[in-house]
């Protein structure tokens, strides 16, 4: 096993050799492709395609309760974000004040949480799924995601505490700050918005 690594290492650093000996530049008279690789399998492309849009798209099958939430939340953020979301090692999930007049910009003490600050609800599938536990990416289920987002959401009183979210419920949730975000479609000009 070891000799067929070393080959192809051996292969590999020949050709890169070869194309730094001509310019470093795939020009005229090199080849198009170099051969290394192979094209990603629809398998591979599905696991790293896992982004859920605002809408909801994207969202895979599966659902999860505010209380199963708890105990997992317990178990796999807490440490870090405190035992009822207020903050610890590292950001606050939970906050409901948001100022007279979404404060954000003149009161640097305000604190942005999900609760508050966030727009979207499917944004915390996406984020949960693909980033925490911080030190452990990857490892959650999307039937342990969406028990944690109702938890967080029920920490934050935006759902009651008997909910269950899942493809349908989650992107029906509407955030507190959700009409304060708006798309960006200035075309120039003194447009203030
Ligand atoms: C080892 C510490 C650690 C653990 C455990 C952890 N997190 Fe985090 N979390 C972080 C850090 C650090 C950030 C900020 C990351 C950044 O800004 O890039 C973060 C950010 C977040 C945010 C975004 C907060 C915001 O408003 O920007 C959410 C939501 C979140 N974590 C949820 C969770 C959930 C749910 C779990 C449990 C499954 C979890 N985290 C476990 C460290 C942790």
């Keep these: 096993m070891r000799m067929v690594v070393a080959t192809a290492l051996v292969a590999v650093s020949a050709s890169a050799f070869a194309l730094a000996q001509s310019g470093a530049r795939a020009t005229a008279g090199q080849p198009s492709r170099l051969g290394i690789g192979r094209a990603a399998t629809a398998d591979e492309i599905k696991k790293l395609d896992i982004d859920v849009m605002p809408d909801g798209r994207g969202l895979p099958p599966g659902r999860g309760s505010v209380g199963d939430g708890a105990t997992l939340y317990a178990q796999k953020c807490a440490s870090c ?3 009822n979301g207020e903050g610890a090692t590292f950001d606050r ?3 409901t004040d948001s100022g007279k007049n979404f404060d954000f910009a003149i009161n640097a003490k305000l604190p942005r949480a999900v609760g508050n600050y966030w727009p979207y609800a499917t944004t915390l599938y996406d984020y949960t799924y693909r980033a925490m536990p911080f030190t452990q990416p990857g490892t959650l289920t999307p ?3 969406y028990a944690l ?4 959401l029920a920490l934050n009183k935006i759902v009651p505490a008997d909910a269950v979210m899942d493809q349908a419920s ?3 949730v509407k955030m507190p700050a959700r009409d304060r975000f708006v798309p960006d479609n200035r075309r120039g000009g003194k447009v203030v918005k």
């Design 149 to 152: 987002v109702a938890y967080i």
């Design 170 to 172: 989650l992107p029906k």
């Design 81 to 83: 974000h405190g035992k």
């Design 93 to 95: 999930l939970v906050a």
């Design 143 to 145: 039937d342990e995601t």
